[in-house]
Nanobody, 127 residues
Framework: QVQLVESGGGLVQAGGSLRLSCAAS????????IGWFRQAPGKEQEGVSC????????YYADSVKGRFTISRDNAKNTVYLQMNSLKPEDTAVYYC????????????????????WGQGTQVTVSS
């Protein structure tokens, strides 16, 4: 069964850090581009960060650039999103998605495409 499972969300104070994990089962991630997306209450879903499979190129939304870092550990079939200097406006449900064929990681994040999606993990940042 193909599955993506996010973990690592929680409640943190502004300025704090969290590391989200996206673990795959039923398929291997190394050929896939992986993206992190988020949806806050009353707002549209947005692409936060994406990383390609073959060369590990990355894309970050302007809102998180310099604070978030995406990485992948193909041996563990897992992709991470390290989130530092968190702000209340980072509060959202965070989803990961895997996409086999991409043009660029920016395209994946902007178009919010994915062959497989996780169920999401809640991140809440208090002020």
């Amino acid at each position: 069964q193909v599955q993506l499972v996010e973990s690592g969300g929680g409640l943190v104070q502004a300025g704090g850090s969290l590391r989200l994990s996206c673990a795959a089962s039923g398929f291997t991630l190394d050929s896939y581009a992986i993206g992190w997306f988020r949806q806050a209450p009353g707002k549209e879903q947005e692409g936060v960060s994406c990383i390609s499979g073959p060369d590990g190129s990355t894309y970050y939304a302007d809102s998180v650039k310099g604070r978030f870092t995406i990485s992948r550990d193909n041996a563990k079939n897992t992709v991470y999103l390290q989130m530092n200097s968190l702000k209340p406006e980072d509060t959202a449900v965070y989803y990961c998605a895997a996409l086999l064929v991409i043009t660029t990681v920016q395209d994946m994040c902007v178009a919010q495409e994915g062959n497989y999606w996780g169920q999401g993990t809640q991140v809440t940042v208090s002020s």
